[in-house]
């Protein structure tokens, strides 16, 4: 599969982003997707995750209740919107892909299957 992420950009704190990721590829929607960003020096972390169904959810501490995670089967595409942004979501986000939710929910970095190119987010204070 190959993933083409879109969106990001610079935004004041308070505002709104959406993060777009589309799917191609074999049997793309069986995938669980989700959204990872990395300040550099630090690890590459989940920030949520969507199994292939959308009926499951997964979401890091620090977005819960900011960051809403969906998919939209008929693009093959997982949408990250990104509300009350804060300058510490200041990082690249790498859309990611596999065929278990638990590696795209847990942080398994080593594990995922596919990778989209990152689309850097600055917050501005």
């Known amino acids: 599969a190959q993933l083409q992420a879109s969106g990001g950009g610079l935004v004041q704190a308070g505002g709104s982003l959406r993060l777009s990721c589309e799917a191609s590829?074999?049997?793309?929607?069986?995938?669980?997707m989700g959204w990872f960003r990395q300040v550099e020096g630090k690890v590459r972390e989940t920030v949520a995750a969507?199994?292939?169904?959308?009926?499951?959810?997964h979401y890091a501490d620090f977005v819960k209740g900011r960051f809403t995670i969906s998919r939209d089967n008929a693009k093959n595409a997982v949408i990250l919107q990104m509300n009350r942004l804060k300058p510490e979501d200041t990082a690249v986000y790498y859309c990611?892909?596999?065929?278990?939710?638990?590696?795209?929910?847990?942080?398994?970095?080593?594990?995922?299957?596919?990778w989209g190119k990152g689309t850097q987010v600055t917050v501005s204070s």
């Open positions: 990611a892909a596999d065929k278990s939710l638990w590696v795209v929910a847990g942080s398994h970095t080593k594990n995922v299957d596919y």
């Open positions: 590829g074999r049997d793309v929607n069986l995938l669980s």
């Open positions: 969507i199994s292939w169904s959308g009926n499951s959810t």
